[in-house]
């Protein structure tokens, strides 16, 4: 059973358009949540890392919101560009191990 | 250098046959991770070391998997007698600090890319 799921799997915009993508976690004891950007045949880049005591954070046009009561978290894309187009996805850091359990991601296209 | 590097880039081998993957983390940096992603999913951890020391290796699949990092930097993924199930990239990524602490980031490498046929 997965741990982390998000979605959509994949999602297509138009460039200058927004976007959200869901992450729902089930991942105990919670350390905190972040989310990676990955190219295709790059390795993945972090983009945000929240805590459970924070609720949103920002890096550029990307924005991450956590809910840890409800186990959710949203990373919004605004006014998206071309370069936007990767696979997102999110991570939870299990405890005190630091072990990072991933996602399937989320693969966004952005056209033109 | 600036980042995590992975040799070789892309790998083809042949069923039975024994592949090394060289990972080079960023210089001074602790800890170093090795995750295995399948074709459309996420990374799922391998194994993570502090220095030399290989303090987590839960992730391997099996005893035909295999790795080290003798001397605190360069680390080397082994696979041995590969199978198909074995096609995958293979990423390393670095921490500077103890990798497990909660805001530690690590930096990812390319990944090699191993196809068994």
């Known amino acids: 059973k997965n741990q982390v799921e998000q979605s959509p799997q994949s999602l297509i915009i138009l460039e200058g358009k927004n976007c959200t993508l869901q992450?729902?976690?089930?991942?105990?004891?919670?350390?905190?949540l972040r989310w990676y950007k990955q190219d295709t045949g790059r390795g993945p880049v972090s983009l945000t890392i929240?805590?459970?005591?924070?609720n949103t954070k920002s890096n550029g046009r990307y924005t991450a919101t956590l809910d840890a009561d409800t186990k959710q978290s949203s990373l919004h894309i605004t006014a998206s560009q071309l370069s936007d187009s990767a696979s997102y996805i999110c991570?939870?850091?299990?405890?005190?191990?630091?072990?990072?359990?991933f996602g399937q991601g989320t693969t966004l296209q952005v056209k033109p | 250098g600036a980042g995590v590097s992975q040799s070789p880039r892309y790998k083809v081998a042949k069923r039975g046959q024994d592949v090394a993957l060289r990972c080079d983390p960023i210089?001074?940096?602790?800890?170093l991770f090795w995750y295995q992603q399948a074709l459309g999913q996420g990374p799922e951890f391998l194994t993570y070391?502090?220095?030399?020391?290989?303090?987590?290796k839960s992730g391997l699949p099996s005893d035909r998997f295999f790795a080290e990092r003798p001397e605190g930097s360069v680390s080397t993924l082994k696979i041995q007698r590969t199978q198909q199930e074995d096609s995958a990239v293979y990423l390393c990524?670095?921490?500077?600090?103890?990798?497990?602490?909660?805001?530690?980031?690590?930096?990812f490498g390319p990944g090699t890319r191993l196809l068994v046929l």
């Open positions: 992450c729902n976690y089930t991942v105990s004891p919670f350390s905190n």
């Open positions: 929240m805590t459970f005591s924070e």
């Open positions: 210089s001074g940096h602790v800890s």
């Open positions: 991570v939870v850091s299990r405890g005190n191990t630091g072990k990072l359990i």
């Open positions: 990524a670095s921490s500077l600090d103890k990798g497990r602490r909660p805001r530690e980031t690590q930096y």
């Open positions: 070391f502090q220095n030399e020391a290989q303090l987590d």
